[in-house]
């Protein structure tokens, strides 16, 4: 199974809402990632979990919050959103990342966030 | 950090065509991955490249990495409709970290 699920596919939420965004993989992967991805643009990375350790955060707003409950689930926390928070998420694993080695990474369909 | 600039920034091309994209970067780069995001879609993971002046090749398509390291292309023979799509190059650190080039949409007209 090489496949990265994500939920929801899309969502619309308000300013003041709370809400996750849920990725999930079984491939065995011991590293996810949370990018963002505006249109025509590529994707930028966010959060890098490594074997449920937070390794890599892109000095991202405190309004997105990771969380990474066990090797197979990464979920992101959402509040108090602003309008340019309108984006794609995208969520990837891989194999961890090791001294000088780097892997491909396995990217989920997405979740296209619409803030309002 | 590390970039890489890709070029061109659009391509339209006739069926049938070549197409090369083209990706730089003014440091050493430990390697370089090359992906397929087509219209809708997520980026797909086609090949990395590690080593100095490899060449790969799948089917159509032809990955070089530069002797010096700091450049790479992707060559797609006698393109087809079902080329369509963002094509974007990436540099990966050793913690994963991966730089985006900022990638280029071909279009296919048949």
């Known amino acids: 199974d090489t496949e990265v699920t994500q939920t929801p596919k899309h969502l619309v939420m308000g300013m003041t809402n709370k809400k996750s965004l849920k990725c999930e993989q079984h491939?065995?992967?011991?590293?996810m990632y949370w990018y963002k991805q505006k249109a025509k643009k590529p994707p930028e990375l966010m959060f890098v979990y490594s074997y449920e350790k937070l390794s890599i955060n892109e000095s991202v707003p405190s309004r997105f919050s990771p969380e990474c409950p066990n090797s197979s689930l990464l979920n992101l926390h959402l509040h108090a959103l602003q309008p340019e928070d309108s984006a794609l998420y995208l969520c990837?694993?891989?194999?961890?990342?090791?001294?000088?080695?780097?892997?491909?990474?396995?990217f989920g369909p997405g979740t296209r966030l619409t803030v309002t | 950090g590390q970039q890489v600039m890709q070029i061109p920034q659009y391509q339209h091309v006739q069926e049938g065509e070549d197409f090369t994209t083209y990706c730089n970067s003014s440091t050493t780069l430990s390697n370089i991955q090359w992906y397929k995001q087509r219209p809708g879609g997520h980026p797909v993971f086609l090949i990395q490249l590690v080593k100095s002046g490899e060449v790969k090749k799948q089917k159509r398509l032809t990955f070089q990495f530069g002797e010096a390291k700091k450049n790479s292309s992707l060559h797609i023979t006698a393109t087809q409709t079902t080329d369509v799509g963002t094509y974007f190059c990436a540099c990966g650190t050793s913690y994963g970290k991966l730089t985006f080039g900022q990638g280029t949409i071909l279009t296919v007209h048949p």
């Open positions: 491939m065995g992967h011991r590293a």
């Open positions: 990837a694993s891989s194999q961890a990342p090791g001294t000088g080695v780097s892997y491909e990474q396995y």
